[in-house]
Each structure stands twice: as structure tokens, then as C-alpha cells.
């Protein structure tokens, strides 16, 4: 007998056994995952062995980061006003240039950090994201991730360790998982760190695919969510709300911020091509309607990525 039991709910009544392909590289392996009839949450059976095999050098969270302009002095100035107006403090320059720009990091919340607030990106690869707060006028910036070759020391000061988070000891106000939890094939341990190294009051920030919705049930197998076998685990809230029982963690909000990919990439794989394939496959009117497509189910909270505020009480 196959045991369906679901690792997060331990529910073992009415679940679903199907079976998925590697999609995003073009491998075709094929996995069991389970899909849990109660909390909802889509799972691999068993993690592969030979987990590198799908991590190739040229997996796109390894690429080095490289952005289109070196910031002087003046749109350093202008950048990192944007941004204090934005996190909610009094900034006239902040306030004028919010009329233009809309907020670069909209998983920072008003009055939730500031400039010096200690910060940890978990699963960060090459440390894009890390680097993009550094040049907003971040300062305290750590990033780990056990998948990286050696650390990485930036002339920025910003810090990317060869680590698991259960190799940190540090503590930190803000926390981001940026579509690395569902990477992680211990969910629950992974939350308990989360508590553990959050500051009285912290939050985390955790984005990741989340199952049960739309796209899913539109594409089915060929929803790029899935993205077979990196994703060990593709939550709901509901599964998210069972980890954090016992932690002294809770929900804080919930912002739906899927986009058109969701289409494009689903799209693709119908029809037998990887995510890397050339976009030029669909016209300009069709990726409007996705991108207007996308922008209602995120209003409707059934889009198919989600940014979870986990807060720690005090």
C-alpha cells in the first residue's frame, strides 16, 4: 500500500496521488506528488537523491546579479528617499517621487523596518535581492544559501554565507524567503528556526507558489507552480497556519502578487516547451490579457503567488 499520508496535517482520508514531470529545464523525470484533500497543500513523496542533477550551474537564482546603472551620489539620494517614504517615515522628496514610482519592494511594510534594521534573506543564491536593498541604503544585509559554491563577500559589505538557517545564531528584525521555502524539504524545522532567530516583534516574509489556486486548477500538471521536483511543497494558508501552531509565529497579512508568467510559462509547457523558451510565442494582445488576468485573480486572492507577513509576537 502507498502511503498518502500528508506531512503537514497528517490527514489520510481522500487524498490524491498524481504524478509530475520535470518542465522548467526540459528533463521529463517524472515524480510522485500527493495532494492533500484537507489542508490542500501539494507535496513530493520522496525528495530525489541526486538533487544537484536539477540545480544546474546555469539555474537562473545562481546568476550573477548585474544591474543596468551605478548609482552617484544624487540618485542614491533620490532612491533611498523613495524608500523611507515608502517604509511609512516623513520624507518630502519620498513623497513627490510616489506620484512616478511605485514602491520597488512592496514586501516592506510602513513602520515595520528601517535603514539599520538587521536583515536576513534565506535561500538568496547569488544575493540579487540583498544587493537591491544595499543600493536603496540598507545596511544590515545577510544572506545564506547551502546551494552556493563558497561564501560571498560583496565590496558593498553585503554578505552571502554557504549556510543552512539551522547553521545561523544570529538574530535578526526581518527575515525573507524569496520562493526558497518551498525548496525546503522540512517545512515545520524551518519555521521553528524562523522563531528562534527573529527579534521579539520581527517579521518574516515568506513568498512562494501557493496551491489551490486558478492556474491550478486551469493547468493542472503543466501549472509552472509546480516546477517538479524543486518544489517539495506548494502551501496554502491553511497548511501555513498548521507549521506555525507552537511557534509563537502568526499571520500577519497576506498580498496575492502573481503576474503573467503564471499564463506564459503554464502555456509554454502544454505545449512541450521549457520555461526558457522565447516569450515572442504569444502576441501583444495576449500578454495583456494575462497581465490583466493576473492582476484580477490577485484581487481576488486567487492568484497563484502569494507574500505571507509572519509576525512574532512580543
Request: charged share 25%.
Amino acid at each position: 500500500m502507498v502511503d498518502l499520508t500528508c506531512k503537514i496535517c497528517n490527514n489520510k482520508s481522500g487524498n490524491e496521488l498524481i504524478i509530475l514531470q520535470e518542465r522548467q529545464v526540459g528533463l521529463g523525470d517524472k515524480f510522485e506528488y500527493l495532494v492533500c484533500s484537507s489542508c490542500k497543500c501539494i507535496q513530493i513523496r520522496e525528495i530525489p537523491p541526486n538533487m544537484d542533477k536539477y540545480y544546474p550551474p546555469e539555474y537562473y537564482a545562481f546568476d550573477q546579479p548585474v544591474f543596468p546603472t551605478k548609482l552617484n551620489w544624487f540618485n542614491s539620494f533620490l532612491k533611498k528617499s523613495l524608500i523611507n517614504y515608502y517604509m511609512g517615515y516623513f520624507d518630502i522628496t519620498g513623497f513627490l517621487l510616489s506620484f512616478i514610482y511605485e514602491h520597488p519592494f512592496p514586501w516592506i511594510r510602513k513602520r515595520e523596518i528601517n535603514f539599520n534594521s538587521r536583515i536576513l534573506d534565506v535561500g538568496t543564491g547569488a544575493g540579487r535581492k540583498l544587493l537591491s536593498l544595499q543600493r536603496s541604503g540598507f545596511k544590515n544585509l545577510t544572506g545564506i544559501d547551502p546551494y552556493i559554491a563558497e561564501d560571498v563577500i560583496y565590496d558593498s559589505g553585503v554578505r552571502i554565507l554557504k549556510k543552512d538557517i539551522s547553521e545561523v545564531e544570529d538574530k535578526f528584525d526581518f527575515i525573507t524567503l524569496h520562493h526558497s521555502f518551498e525548496h525546503m524539504p522540512d517545512p515545520k524545522n524551518v519555521v521553528n528556526h524562523l522563531s528562534r532567530l527573529l527579534n521579539p516583534g520581527g517579521v518574516a516574509v515568506i513568498r512562494i507558489p501557493v496551491a489551490d489556486c486558478y492556474a491550478w486548477h486551469k493547468y493542472g500538471e503543466f501549472w509552472v507552480g509546480l516546477d517538479a521536483p524543486r518544489h517539495f511543497y506548494i502551501h496554502t494558508r491553511q497548511s501555513i497556519e498548521i507549521l506555525l501552531k507552537g511557534t509563537g509565529l502568526r499571520i500577519d497579512g497576506i498580498i496575492f502578487d502573481s503576474g503573467p508568467l503564471q499564463f506564459m510559462r503554464s502555456e509554454k509547457y502544454k505545449k512541450g516547451l521549457t520555461m526558457s523558451a522565447p516569450d515572442d510565442i504569444f502576441t501583444k494582445e495576449e500578454i495583456r490579457r494575462f497581465e490583466e488576468e493576473a492582476a484580477r485573480l490577485n484581487q481576488t486572492s486567487q492568484g497563484d503567488m502569494a507574500c505571507f507577513f509572519i509576525k512574532k509576537n512580543k
